[in-house]
C-alpha cells in the first residue's frame, strides 16, 4: 500500500487478555516506531527498530509489552494480561533511517479494555 | 514520559486571521518539527527544522527554531477552515534521544466561517 497499516482499526477486550497489534510499514522503511497516544495528548514513544533489530525499547512500560520485527517488515506489538490503563491509540510510524528522515505514521489501533 | 509543553492548548479563530503557537523545552533539542492531526487519522509532518535559529516557510505556514534550542514556534498566515486540527510539536532531545520523537500535548485549532 501507499501508507502505513495498522490492524485491527479497533480493538475491544477484557481485562487479563493478551492482544496483538500489527503494524504493515511503508515498503522499504528501514526504520519502524511504535507510539501510545492518550486522549488529548500528543504520542509517546514506546520502541522502534531499524530493519529487525529493536533498537530502543526505553519507553515499553512494563514487561507486559512487547515487540517484533522478525523479518525487517511487518512488526507486532504484544501487550499480555491488559489492564484497564492500556486503553489508548497504538500507532506505528516508519522512515526511510536516521534521525532526520520524516517519520510516517499510520491511522492507529485504538484499543479499550473493559 | 516526558511532553512539551505547548501554548494555547486550543484555538477559536475567524477565517482569514493569522495564528501563532509555540513549544518549549526544559532540555535541549537537536530537531524541531511540526505535525497536524486531522481527526481520525495520524499525525503528518508540516515543517522540520534542524539548526537554531533557522526559520523555514511551507506555503502559509512559518515555523522557527528557537536561538536557545528549547523552544519552536509556529505561525500559520491567513487560516482557512481546512486548518482545523490538532497541531503537535516534536523533537529530538540533544542527550538520550535517538530516532526517537518527543511530543507536544497539542494546539487544537478551530477556524470559524
Known amino acids: 500500500g501507499a501508507g502505513v497499516s495498522q490492524s485491527p482499526r479497533y480493538k475491544v477486550t477484557k481485562r487479563g487478555q493478551d492482544v496483538a497489534l500489527r503494524c504493515d510499514p511503508i515498503?522499504?522503511?528501514?526504520?519502524l516506531y511504535w507510539y501510545r497516544q492518550a486522549l488529548g495528548q500528543g504520542p509517546e514513544f514506546l520502541t522502534y527498530f531499524n530493519y529487525e533489530a529493536q533498537q530502543d525499547k526505553s519507553g515499553l512500560p512494563n514487561d507486559r509489552f512487547s515487540a517484533e520485527r522478525p523479518e525487517g517488515s511487518i512488526s507486532t506489538l504484544t501487550i499480555q494480561r491488559t489492564e484497564q490503563r492500556d486503553s489508548a491509540m497504538y500507532r506505528c510510524?516508519?522512515?526511510?533511517?536516521?534521525?532526520?528522515?520524516?517519520?510516517?505514521f499510520g491511522p492507529g489501533t485504538r484499543l479499550l479494555v473493559l | 514520559g516526558q511532553q512539551l509543553n505547548q501554548s494555547p492548548q486550543s484555538m477559536f479563530i475567524q477565517e482569514g486571521e493569522d495564528v501563532s503557537m509555540n513549544c518549549t523545552s526544559s532540555?535541549?533539542?537537536?530537531?524541531w518539527l511540526w505535525y497536524k492531526q486531522d481527526p481520525g487519522e495520524g499525525p503528518v509532518l508540516l515543517i522540520a527544522?534542524?539548526?537554531?535559529?533557522e526559520l523555514t516557510s511551507n506555503g502559509r505556514l512559518t515555523a522557527q527554531f528557537g536561538i536557545t534550542r528549547k523552544d519552536s514556534f509556529l505561525n500559520i498566515s491567513a487560516s482557512i477552515p481546512s486548518d482545523v486540527g490538532i497541531y503537535f510539536c516534536?523533537?529530538?532531545?540533544?542527550?538520550?534521544?535517538?530516532?526517537?520523537?518527543?511530543f507536544g500535548t497539542g494546539t487544537q485549532l478551530k477556524v470559524e466561517l
Open positions: 510510524a516508519s522512515s526511510l533511517g536516521g534521525s532526520r528522515e520524516t517519520q510516517y
Open positions: 516534536a523533537g529530538h532531545p540533544s542527550t538520550g534521544g535517538g530516532n526517537k520523537l518527543t
Open positions: 532540555s535541549i533539542f537537536n530537531t
Open positions: 527544522l534542524y539548526k537554531a535559529g
Open positions: 515498503s522499504g522503511h528501514v526504520s
